[in-house]
């Protein structure tokens, strides 16, 4: 019986050490930032990846972007890192966008997730280089815009997609800047044509940046702001941020 259990161990670690040779063979990308999700609704997660061809792609606020969003259906998650086996199943170039951010949600409530990007560029209207979330549906291997949008209410540093009111569509969650320098957070419903702020938080003068949900979903949003970490409500059009 021990010799049995001897060879079924070193079975599953012969398994695990080729699995893990096999992964680590394939050249890996220089990943920007990554979102796991079931984009195309077969119940399978796929990894959407932002990577890019130089590692010293910055912009001057010392954040680093990419040029390609790519869609992986191989690949496994190590050490909070994702790792690639094999092609991209779509390749996609972004480069005139400056892509910094990649998440994924239903903005719309037609049951399909759509994919979202943080860019970095002008916009005809507001022809400053600037953050913008654009959104798309990865439609017969094809990437269709559903919204570019050329700005939210104010400046932002950062958002998340989240449905923080349990209706089944997602919201953009923001951080956002004011005249005084102060930061705040705004919560966004989508509106048939694009998005309006439904709701906002206080404004703090310290840092307030988000804690988690960065590459996949999870069941709050957790924030810290001026040094402590809250979570996220919503109470009519007022967001509260509790200990």
């Known amino acids: 019986m021990k010799t049995r259990k001897r060879i079924l161990y070193l079975t599953i670690l012969l398994l695990a050490a080729g699995a893990a040779l096999l992964f680590s063979r ?4 220089n990943i920007v ?3 796991v999700c079931d984009i195309d609704g077969d119940s399978r997660e796929e990894l959407l990846l932002i990577t890019a061809a130089s590692a010293d792609l910055r912009l001057d606020t010392g954040e680093e972007y990419g040029d390609t969003l790519a ?8 050490k909070n890192r994702p790792v690639v086996q094999g092609e991209p199943e779509a390749v996609f170039d972004l480069a005139s966008i400056k892509p910094l951010k990649v ?3 239903d903005i719309d409530g037609d049951g399909r997730v759509e994919i979202g ?3 970095y560029k002008t916009a005809k209207f507001h022809p400053v280089p600037a953050k913008r979330p654009f959104f798309y549906a990865l439609q017969d291997g094809r990437l ?3 919204w570019l949008g050329s700005r939210l209410a104010r400046p932002f540093d950062d958002y998340r997609l989240f449905d923080l009111d349990g209706d089944g569509v997602d919201e953009i969650l923001s951080i956002e800047s004011v005249q005084s320098g102060n930061r705040l957070l705004a919560l966004y419903d989508w509106k048939g044509f694009g998005f309006e702020v439904r709701a906002i938080s206080d404004e703090y003068q310290g840092e307030v940046v988000f804690l988690n949900n960065t590459n996949t979903r999870q069941d709050k949003i957790l924030v810290n ?4 970490q809250h979570s996220l409500r919503l109470e009519g059009d007022r967001l509260t941020a509790e200990q």
């Open 144 to 146: 269709q815009p559903v």
């Open 103 to 105: 998440m994924a949600g």
């Open 71 to 78: 869609v992986y259906d191989s690949y496994k998650i190590r």
């Open 117 to 119: 990007v943080c860019v």
């Open 225 to 228: 702001i001026e040094g402590t």
């Open 33 to 35: 930032s990554w979102y």
């Open 26 to 29: 394939h050249p890996q990308p």
